[in-house]
Each structure stands twice: as C-alpha cells, then as structure tokens.
C-alpha cells in the first residue's frame, strides 16, 4: 500500500510540478493557489456572487462559477470520504446558485428558455420541490396556465408515490392561487412565513423524572426573558436524555411563540457528526432566509442567525451534541430557550456561555417500576415484586435497557417476569438480550461504542481494565495500580472517561461504573487483553490493597501481622495512615471493594492471597461488627484453601471463620470451624494453635459451658506462654477472665483481666485492652468493688467510644447497668442497659433479647 501510494505521488508531481505535491508529518500536502482547484474556485466564486451590489453583476458571478460545473462532482476520484462529505456540499451550492440565477433571469425577463431548463433540472434531480415551485410559477408568469397545474398534479403523484407525503406548503399555496387567480400569474413568495414546528413527536407514557422536570422548570423561571437560557441534559447513552428533553420542550413550548427548532447533532452515532455550517444552513432556512441567501462561512451564518432570532421567543432542542464547539455557533440572540442533550459534560458550555447542567442518572426504584408497568401492566408486576425488583437492577435502572426487558416479557405472554431474570443474570449474554436486533437505535452495545470509540488509547485501555475492579467504588490509587501509570496521568484518564459518561464521579477521587457500563467494559477487556495479561493487572491491585490492609492494621491490629502473612512488594502508590482513625476511615470507604475482592481472588483460586487479605481484614470486621462481610471472606478463604491443599491457609481461615460464627452466636458452626482449623496445624501445634485453643474456649463460654470454656482457655494460656506468643497469651488470658466470671471465680476473673489489659497494651491493641478493662471492672463489681468498678468500665466506654468501636460498648454498657443496680441506682442502670438495646438492635446483635429482658425487670 504505501509503495503503490509513493507511486501515484511521484506520478503526480510529474504532471502538476515538483513542488506542488509537499511532504508533510502527516502525509502529503498540495501547494497550489486555491483558484487552481477547480472546486474551490466555483465556492469562491459563489460567494463572491452574493457580496455584490446588483443583480446583473450577481448574475455575471453566478454565471461564471456555473460555468465550471461537469455534471456530478468529484466523479472517478475514488475517495469515499471526499464522495461522503464534499459531494453532497458541492451538489447542493450548485443547485443553490442555478435556482438563484433562474430567479435573477426571471425578474430580468430577457430568457425565454427558462422552462425548458426547469424541465430538464427536474428530471435530475426529481425530489427538489423547489425546482417544481420555480417550474409552475414560470409556466404561469409565461400563461401556460394548464400546464402548470399540471406540472403540480405531476409532483403531487410523485411526492404521494416516493415518500407518502404531499408537496410543501408553498407549492400548495400556489395552487390554490393558480386554482382562483384565472390568467393572472402568481407570484413566488421570497420570504417562509411559517412558524417552525420541528420538535419531535412527545414520549409515549413519559413516567418518572419528577424531580428532574422541576428542576428543569425552576431554571427557567428563574432567566431573565432577555437573556439566552441555555439546559444542558448531559448523561450516559439510554439513560433517557433525549426522551426528557423532548417531554419537557413539549411542556414549555407555548412560552416561546415564534417556534421550536430541533436538529440530531449526531454527536455520539455511527453517522457523520452535523457540522456548525450545515447546522446554521438548516436553522436559518426554517426561520424563512431564502436558500441563496445564506452566506458561506459559519461566523456569518452564525451571526445571521442571532440577528434573525434576536429578541425572539423561540425553542431550540439541540439533540446528542458532541462537544462545545459544536454547540456554540448555533447558540441564538436573546430571548430563547436552548436545550443540548449530549454524553458528554460539556464543561465549556456552563463556564463560558453560563448553562444549567443537569446530570442525568438511573431511574430510582419507583420510576423504574413505573416504566416497567407501562409496558407489562401493573397486574403481572404485583405478581412478581422480587422478580420486578431484581430486572430493574439487572437493567442498572437505565430506562432504555427497563423498555427493552418490558418489552420482551409483553411479547411472550407466557414467559414469567422471573424468566427474563434468570436470562440477564449471565453477564456475558446480557448485552445481547437487551437489545432488538432490527432496530439499531436499540442496541446498548452499539450505544456505548459510540461514547469508547471517541476515547484516546490510553483512556480506552484504563477503561477496559477498571472492567477488572469487582468493587462499586473505584479510587483514584485502585485506578492508578490498574492501569500501571502515574497517579497524576490517571486522574487525567479518568475525567476523560467521567465526562464521556463512561464512568460516573460521586466525589472527588472516587468513581463508579454504571453495571451496564461494566459488562460492556469487560466484553472489550476480554476481545483486548489476554487472560495472562488480565491476571497479572488483577494481581497487581489484590496485592496494592494486601499491602494498603497491612498498613492500616499497623494501626489498628499490629498482632495480625504474623510471620505467616508475607506480603508482596508494592507496586503503585505508596499508603500511610497518620492514626488510627484514618486507617478505619480507609476501611469504611474500602469495605465494599475488599470483600469482592477476596471472592474475585477465590474465583481465581489464589489461596495465599485470598486467605491473607481475609484474615488482615478480621480485626476491622470484628470492631465495626460487620459481621456478615467477615463470614463471606472468611468462608471464601476457606474453600480456596482447602481447594488448593494449603495447611497454612486453611489453619487461618478456619479460625477466622470460626471467630466471625461466634460472635455471630452460630455456636456450633463456629465450633466446627475451629476444630477444621486445629486439625490443618502442624504436628506438635503451632503459634495460630493457641489462638484456635483460646476461641474454642470462647466458644464454650457462650454455649455457657464454663468449664470446658475454663480448661481451654487455660491450655491457651500455657501454650502461648511456653512458645512466647504475647499476642496470643493475651487473648487467652481475655477469655480465661471471662470464663472464671462465667464460674463465679471473680478475683481470678479480675486477675486474668488486668494481665491481658496489660499485655494487649504491650502490642499496641487498644481495643481488645478496653475490652479486658471492661472484663476487669465486670469482676471488681461481681465482689462488691462498685466505686473501682464503676471507674474502670467508665475508661473502657470512654476508650472504645473514642475508636468509633461500637459492638465493643455493648459489654461494657451492660456492665455499668449490672453495677448500678447492684448500688442500688435502678434509674441509671436503666440508662446503660437502654444504650446498649439500642446499639445492639442497630448493629443486630444477638444480646439484644438478653439486654431487653434486663430492662423488662426494672419495669418503667
């Protein structure tokens, strides 16, 4: 190919001259006065032709530019783009000029040949009316009145046989008037005096957006009626932008008298974008410029159109806009309602020209619901609420995929609501079911191409691979580790991908995809990237985030980084937690993301990392008591252990889900777990052996076996301090407190309470210390020590109040109740035990009916 081409170029030169072919970075440049292309000499000339200052030289110029006309332009060329684009153009500026000139020679009245050459026109280019108009007007200027009603009667059939449609208001108005006016010739009238009415027909069964069309209605209320109110509607392909905009354009219409304007921009399609020039041409011959008229530049156009609407009341619905600049020239003078839709933000619209920006999102439950009922009815909607609700979130609630899935459940009579579920539960296949393959307006696939094909490389890429984040909230950081570039290059990324639409930015540095958007995401990923370069990006993140875990528990539980959790070199942005407190703020903003990584990890059957990001995660779930994300993890880590034979890890992972079951009360699971766990340790035990040891007895503990609970937690206690493990001798010495409570030993209790509050300290875990001081002040009451007591379960509120550690104040405020009545002080025991009801049922704690019956006693 390019040999072929350096070929035609050497030939070229050859027969125009050496130096008029130039070599430029991009290709090859033709150096030439424009007056030498034969095209852009006719562009001049017809633009000449309207600057000047009389007919008869208007003519000479029109004369001369026609002149050069060979029939149909660019023909032989072989250019597809020049054929698509200049073309078109060409063809329609000479049919501009040869009806300009007519119109000249007929006001002159010195061509008799005028008909004749209508006549021939007409038969080239069949459909142009305002050839027809030009014909019957001369035939009847010339008195052949008969033949001008039957050149119309000839239109009228042709119109009716082609496109169903009958000939434009004009040429009817010059029927009626050849009908009435017996031998007098009309006149063609110079000027449209019709009012456009262009705004597409209103959206059947419009439903939801309430909050939207207030919004929307509030904006306007607000402009000033000399001023250029400008809506932008901006959101990802199918959420309904267009189906708004033209609902509430309808709504608004009777304010703006003089008309409403509406033209697909073709920003985001697989057709060419308009430009601003064919965009002014068609605005400016609606509101009445004569086609010959309008000049050629856009800066022209474009100030003619602001001078036609100046001081008009006129609607312009500027549909699926590409970007600013493609706006801006069309923006009318003052007075009129500009309405843009378009997927992309356009930023430059709201800070230079001052817009309203609508961010347009999801339907929310209900108006998702709503739409489906348009389509299903309502009847076969409350027979299947969960099926409804689970299709609205399948359809990510965009309204486009909801009237799709409404659309096939209608079409089956037979096929249950569940039925269609089940089908859009196979992310890979989803894409495919919603959509009508006849109907290419319908496909979302297609739609989103549009909005990633306009995406640099490098966007597209960080695109396809944030397909890999299973989270719903994706950092800033994440997104960097992903995609293996800078932090700084990536934020540049992803506002790129946030104002295609392609992602979603809730906050600052915090992005989320669409879940259509994320199966459309993953389908280009796995077209683009090898299953071995997608497990290298994914393991890149697991392991970004272990190493961000194990810092943030450098914090908070320093003890859980044992020598079995060995951690990988990090690769990304460095992480560090000031405190305590920024380290669980990481978590809580995390929590999500984390626990589907460890399910997204076991998919992939990486035991070590699966079971250590687990396991790190523990001391997290067990202080802010979500319980449910640590039984998932836990169990995830479980089965991939087991799945890959790995002692180690299933020795963890067995006992972190045994931990998470007891203090779900699952008693007997948690038991069977962690006699799995005891089971994997080496021969002769080992350091995690004792932790095993000292939860059996907590297990014991709440099954109110105490001294089973007491025999474990002792043997706990013996082996952590004959392998030297503070951590673990701590924890021990916490459950053996608690067992001797349980068998009323209580200065045994106490003992065993102030050793693991001073050995929790020893390794930086503040929590399970203010627990022990809680166990310690439960033990000095227990003996009559209420004002110690008292003291010390107050330091322990106190503590845990200040590390946000609410499950932990459960105990504690049951403790401070216990003691209070024991003093006799019902009024405040009812205090505590109120508080800890209310935590306890906030956080669905099992303790709630044991608190609950403690305040049923005191009555009140």
Partial sequence: MRGSLHTYVMRLRRLIGEDTVATAPDGYRLVIEPDRVDALRFLRLLDTAVEQPDPAAERRSL??????????????????????????????????????????DAAAGDDPDLAAELTELIARYPLRESLWERLVVELARTGRRAEALARYAKLRELLAEELGVEPGARLRRLHLELLSAGTEAPAAPAVRDEV??????????????????????????????????????????????????????????????????????????????????????????????????????????????????????????LDNAHDADQVRPLLPGSGNLVVVTSRSQLRGLVAR??????????????????????????????????????????????????????????????????????????????????????????????????????????????????????????????AAVLGGRPVRETRDLLDQLASAHLLNQPRADRYQFHDLLRVYATERLEETESPAEQAECFGRLLDWYLCAAAE??????????????????????????????????????????????????????????TWQLSWLLRGFNAERHDIDDWIVTARHAVEVAEAAHDRIGLQYAANNLGTALLRASRTDEALAALEQGLAAAPEGGNALSVAILSNLAGAYYLREEYEESYRYSSEGVEAARRSGQQTYLAHAELNLSASCIGLGKFDDAAEHALNAQHAFLAIGDEYHSALAKGNFAEALGRVGRFDEAMEHALRALGALREMDADYGTIDVHITLGQIQRAMGEEDGARGYWSAAVETSRRLNDPRTAEVQALLDELGG
Wanted: hydrophobic share 45%; aromatic share 6%.
């Fill in 63 to 104: 004369g001369e530019a026609l002149a050069l006309w060979r029939g149909t332009p660019l023909e032989g060329v072989g250019s597809p783009a020049l054929a698509e684009d200049w073309a078109p153009l060409l063809t329609e500026r000479y049919l501009l000029a040869v009806e300009r000139r007519i119109d000249l």
């Fill in 196 to 317: 456009p009415r262009q705004l597409p027909f209103d959206v059947t069964r419009f439903t939801g957006r309430d909050a939207e069309l207030a919004e929307l209605d509030e904006f306007l209320a607000g402009q000033h009626e000399r001023s250029t109110a400008i809506a932008v509607i901006e959101g990802a392909a199918g959420v309904g932008k267009t189906s708004l905009a033209v609902h509430w354009s309808h709504r608004v219409r009777d304010r703006f008298p003089d008309g409403q304007l509406f033209l697909d921009l073709r920003g985001h399609s697989a057709d060419t974008p308009v430009t601003p020039d064919a965009a002014l041409g068609r605005f400016l011959r609606a509101v009445g410029v004569a086609a010959e008229a309008i000049p050629s530049t856009v800066e022209e156009r474009s100030a003619m159109l602001r001078s036609r609407l100046a001081g008009a009341r006129m609607l312009m619905l």
């Fill in 353 to 478: 020209e001052g817009a309203h920006r609508l961010a347009l999102g999801s339907l929310d439950r209900r108006g998702a619901t709503a739409l489906l009922a348009g389509s299903v009815g309502h009847a076969r909607l409350a027979a299947e609420p969960d099926a409804v609700a689970e299709l609205a979130d399948l359809c990510g609630r965009l309204p486009l995929a909801l009237a799709l899935a409404g659309e096939r459940v209608s079409r089956f009579g037979g096929m249950s609501i569940a039925g269609v579920v089940e089908e859009l539960r196979d992310q890979r296949s989803r894409l495919d079911t919603l959509r009508d393959p006849h109907d290419a307006g319908t496909d979302l696939r297609a739609a989103f191409s549009w909005s990633y094909k306009a995406l640099r490389p490098d966007a597209a890429r960080l695109f396809r691979l944030l397909g890999l984040h299973p989270g719903v909230d994706i950092s800033l950081p994440a």
């Fill in 552 to 609: 943030a528990n450098s914090q908070v539980r320093p003890d859980l980084l044992t020598e079995d959790v060995v951690l990988p070199e990090l690769v990304g942005p460095e992480v560090h937690f000031a405190d305590r407190a920024a380290a669980t703020a990481w978590y809580i903003g995390e929590r999500s993301t984390l626990t589907a990584l460890v399910i997204a990890a076991t998919r992939r059957g990486w035991s070590t990392r």
